[in-house]
């Protein structure tokens, strides 16, 4: 299938070796286990089911939870989170390690950014893991210069955007990071909302009860209320930009909803990244951001509408190229839709962190500092995994995680105890999932400052066998 002629470069052989690679890792553990209950009666069991595991998944399993399956049945809910852990702590430790998405110029993306008059990008999509790849994959953003948090129906803290405000213009004060306080540009924040193209009444936000309008509204009065907060707080004249995005969770098109020459953005009015891939289907090759740009000109005086800034246009436009290539991806790699239109994901990703997940359907993201804080958002992806596992008989994995900047003294110890206090207190809230050993946990920690690997500080399936990496 060839590319769309606005189409530049081709990174999507790259971008799918990568998520097949990931996802058949974790899509085989089902496998090796369904095998070695089938051999658990057997005498040579634990030589055998180590040799199957090495060579189907690449390590081999704890000795103690292979032992003594001649009385007691193989405690096959224990194996699979615990393969569920190993296999997410060699993909993380590769991330970091070997940055397998690491983007050619991502340093020069600063420099667009700025030219466009903003110095940060700070994009909070729903926590729900079909949008897990938004920066990479769907907008194909270097993820390292963008901050990505999630919340369940994008509904993000506005409180805490407010403090890294606060942050991101202190260090401009002080610092000249990443630019002058006294030059001309502004932090950008981005909501991304979804919905489902093929079943929008099952499929869509989990949050919004699968209403595309309210999950777009909801996102946008979050944008809304952050930018209150600037101009409230903060005088002489301080303010932001904002962008509000939907992305359809079944073909990684995104729905754009054009700021207006005030900023303003319209819920019912938006740039359909499929729709614009049709109409410049057969466009020349050359400048495609300038013929995107033509195309939301021409877009903004049909709806009556003013140009944003050019700034603003320009990222738009980039945005929307960007989306045609990941929309060229799913048709080439996925047949133009996801065959796991519903939830997929494997692990609950829950603490502060979590930069290696920016693939598809692998994690749903719980982004707490404390489990009451974030409880709405821990229920929804409990609910999730009810359906997933539990129906199943299988246990939730959940990975608790909590990075950390290396610099401050006493960082690290602070951010182990976090992990240990996050722990017990969802083993407290779902205790009745713990008795049954439907709940396991990983804790791990990252110094995000040294951009070093996530270390594994304990856990509910640490093995005497095994060491804390
Ligand atoms: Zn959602």
């Excluded at 996050?422 to 407290?428: K, N, R």
């Amino acid at each position: 299938m060839g590319h769309h002629p606005l189409v530049r470069g081709d990174e999507n052989a790259r971008l799918y070796q990568y998520e097949q690679a990931v996802k058949q890792a974790f899509a085989g553990i089902e496998a090796v286990l369904r095998q070695l209950a089938a051999w658990q009666h057997e005498s040579d069991f634990v030589g055998r089911a180590q040799g199957h595991a090495r060579a189907t998944l690449g390590f081999e399993l704890p000795a103690e939870l292979l032992q003594d399956t001649w009385i007691q049945a193989l405690d096959t809910g224990r194996l699979y989170a615990w393969c569920v852990f190993e296999t997410f702590r060699r993909m993380s430790a590769e991330f970091f390690e070997q940055r397998p998405l690491a983007v050619e110029g991502a340093a020069s993306f600063h420099a667009f950014l700025q030219q466009c008059g903003f110095h940060t990008l700070d994009i909070s999509p729903c926590a729900d893991g079909r949008l897990a790849h938004v920066i990479r994959y769907v907008l194909r953003l270097p993820h390292e210069p963008v901050r990505r948090k999630s919340y369940a129906g994008a509904l993000f803290d506005v409180e805490d955007s407010l403090e890294k405000w606060v942050e991101t213009e202190m260090l401009r004060q002080r610092e000249g990071r990443p630019n002058a306080a006294d030059a001309p540009t502004r932090y950008l924040k981005v909501a991304v909302y979804h919905h489902s193209s093929t079943r929008p009444d099952q499929e869509g936000c989990a949050a919004h009860g699968s209403d595309t309008r309210r999950a777009a509204q909801g996102a946008l009065e979050r944008l809304q209320a952050f930018r209150q907060g600037v101009e409230n707080s903060f005088c002489c004249g301080a303010s932001i930009d904002l962008l509000l995005i939907g992305v359809d969770t079944d073909t990684d098109a995104i729905r754009l909803h054009l700021p207006d020459a005030d900023g303003a953005m319209d819920v019912d009015d938006y740039i359909d990244a499929n729709e614009l891939y049709h109409a410049t289907a057969n466009a020349a090759m050359g400048d495609a951001e300038a013929t995107v740009q033509d195309h939301l000109r021409r877009h903004c005086s049909a709806a009556n509408m003013t140009v944003p800034a050019p700034g603003m246009l320009r990222l738009a436009a980039r945005l929307l190229c960007a989306n045609l290539a990941q929309i060229d991806y799913v048709r080439r790699y996925h047949g133009g839709r996801y065959a796991d239109i519903g939830h997929q994901e494997r692990f609950i990703g829950m603490g502060i962190g979590f930069e290696e997940v920016q693939l598809r359907n692998l994690t749903y993201f719980a982004y707490l500092r404390t489990v009451e804080e974030g409880a709405q958002d821990l229920d929804v992806g409990i609910k999730i995994f009810n359906g997933l596992n539990v129906r199943r008989g299988l246990p939730i994995p959940v990975v608790i995680r909590y990075d950390y900047h290396g610099q401050v003294p006493g960082a690290r110890a602070r951010a182990e105890a976090r992990c240990q206090q996050l722990e017990a207190a969802l083993q407290q809230r779902y205790h009745a999932y713990v008795e049954q050993g439907l709940l396991h946990t990983l804790l791990m920690v990252r110094d995000c400052h040294a951009g070093a690997s996530a270390e594994v500080v304990g856990g509910s399936l640490l093995c005497s066998d095994q060491e804390v990496h």
